[in-house]
């Protein structure tokens, strides 16, 4: 999935992404993200294998336990 280059400021659910279960690549790169919910990548995601949060202000990540799969963050 594909959300860089749009203006995202925040992600303040930890539902936002829950229900795409098949998720195995997330793009949040060029934004303006400044917040994402601590528990934003929960163990449902579990075939999320490669997450990009380059070039946004955030000060804090979220936590990544439950993602097994991960092997690259950008």
């Given at each position: 999935?594909?959300?860089?280059?749009?203006q995202?400021?925040?992600?303040?659910?930890?539902?936002?992404?829950?229900?795409?279960?098949?998720?195995?690549?997330?793009?949040l790169?060029?934004?303006?993200?400044?917040?994402?919910?601590?528990?934003?990548f929960?163990?449902?995601?579990?075939?999320?294998?490669?997450?990009?949060?380059?070039?946004?202000?955030l000060?804090?990540?979220?936590?990544?336990?439950?993602?097994?799969?991960?092997?690259?963050l950008?």
């Amino acid at each position: 999935l594909d959300l860089s280059s749009n203006q995202i400021e925040y992600i303040p659910s930890e539902s936002t992404f829950k229900n795409l279960l098949s998720l195995n690549f997330l793009n949040l790169g060029n934004n303006n993200i400044k917040f994402l919910h601590p528990s934003l990548f929960s163990q449902k995601l579990k075939n999320l294998y490669l997450i990009r949060l380059d070039n946004n202000f955030l000060n804090q990540l979220p936590s990544f336990n439950g993602l097994k799969y991960l092997v690259s963050l950008n």
